[in-house]
């Protein structure tokens, strides 16, 4: 197990952005046929590949738009960008670790910048 001391850089990313560049690590291990793939970056790339419905652009698209409403911080954004839920039940599930609940209107307009890009 490797033990980090300290974060140097931290940068979110949405599934989307993930595949698009683990399908760059996939080519080029293709390329180099004596190295295999190691376990857990084909179960990454198995898992994106299954679950990134949005393409890269729109996925940061919709993360923009969730980040200038009230109530919604980077994090969320992203993990909303990833689920991209249908229903104010699952966008509940997305903020039960929040210390504060939303609205009925906030989370419908949340749910209204989802449904443009799903």
């Not at 996939?26 to 898992?47: G, S």
């Not at 590949?49 to 969730?66: C, G, K, T």
Request: net charge negative; charged share 40%; glycine share 0%.
């Amino acid at each position: 197990m490797t033990i980090f001391k300290e974060k140097v850089e931290e940068e979110y990313l949405t599934t989307a952005e993930a595949k698009d560049l683990l399908a760059d690590v996939e080519q080029d291990r293709a390329l180099d046929e004596d190295r295999e793939l190691p376990y857990e970056v084909a179960r990454a790339i198995d898992h994106v590949n299954r679950f990134a419905v949005l393409e890269p652009e729109e996925s940061r698209e919709l993360v923009a738009e969730l980040v200038e409403l009230d109530k919604v911080d980077e994090p969320t954004a992203y993990k909303i960008t990833d689920v991209l839920p249908q229903d104010r039940d699952e966008l509940r599930s997305l903020y039960a670790q929040e210390r504060y609940t939303l609205s009925g209107e906030e989370l419908d307009d949340i749910l209204n910048v989802v449904a443009k890009y799903s």
